[in-house]
C-alpha cells in the first residue's frame, strides 16, 4: 500500500500528476491501470515477443483489477455501481500480434468476478507499440452509478 497525498492508504497510487479515478454525475471514468501491486509494475514487456499470452491475460486481469479498485476507493464501496458501461484494454503488442482479444479476456473475466453481471460491458482491444513504464496491458473503465 502507499499514500494518496492526504495519508489515506490507496491500492491504485498513481504514478504521475492525475487521479485514479474521477466522478462526473452518475459516471466514473478510471485511469488507465496496469498491472501493479503497491506502486510496483508485475509484468514487463511486449504480448507476443517478452510475454506471452498466458501472461499477458493475467496482467489484464491485475490491471483490470486496480480499476475496479479505483472505483471503490473513490466511491467507499462497489454498492453504487448500476454497471461498467466501457472497457478499453490497451496491449502491447509485437509485430504480428492477433490475439489482442484473447488478452482483453481476463480483464473481462476479471471485472465480471469482482461485480457480477455488473462487470459485464462493451469493450474495445488495442494494440500499441508501447505502455507506460514497459507494461504490456493498460484498462481503464467508465461505470454508471446507481441513480441517487
Not at 69 to 88: I, N, P, S, Y
Not at 107 to 127: D, K, M, Q, T, Y
Amino acid at each position: 500500500m502507499s499514500e494518496d497525498g492526504t495519508g489515506r492508504p490507496t491500492a491504485v497510487p498513481p504514478q504521475g500528476d492525475y487521479v485514479a479515478a474521477v466522478r462526473y454525475g452518475s459516471l466514473v471514468a478510471t485511469a488507465g491501470m496496469t498491472p501493479r501491486r503497491a506502486g510496483v509494475l508485475q509484468v514487463r514487456g511486449t504480448v507476443g515477443a517478452d510475454v506471452d499470452l498466458a501472461a499477458a491475460r493475467a496482467a489484464a486481469e491485475l490491471a483490470a483489477r486496480n480499476a475496479v479498485t479505483a472505483v471503490e476507493e473513490l466511491l467507499g464501496g462497489l454498492d453504487g455501481v448500476a454497471g461498467v458501461l466501457r472497457m478499453t484494454v490497451y496491449v502491447a503488442a509485437a509485430p504480428g500480434f492477433e490475439q489482442h482479444s484473447a488478452v482483453a479476456d481476463g480483464a473481462s473475466a476479471e471485472v465480471v468476478g469482482l461485480l457480477g453481471p455488473r462487470g459485464r460491458a462493451a469493450r474495445a482491444a488495442v494494440g500499441v507499440a508501447t505502455l507506460p513504464s514497459g507494461a504490456p496491458v493498460e484498462v481503464d473503465l467508465l461505470v454508471a452509478l446507481h441513480p441517487a
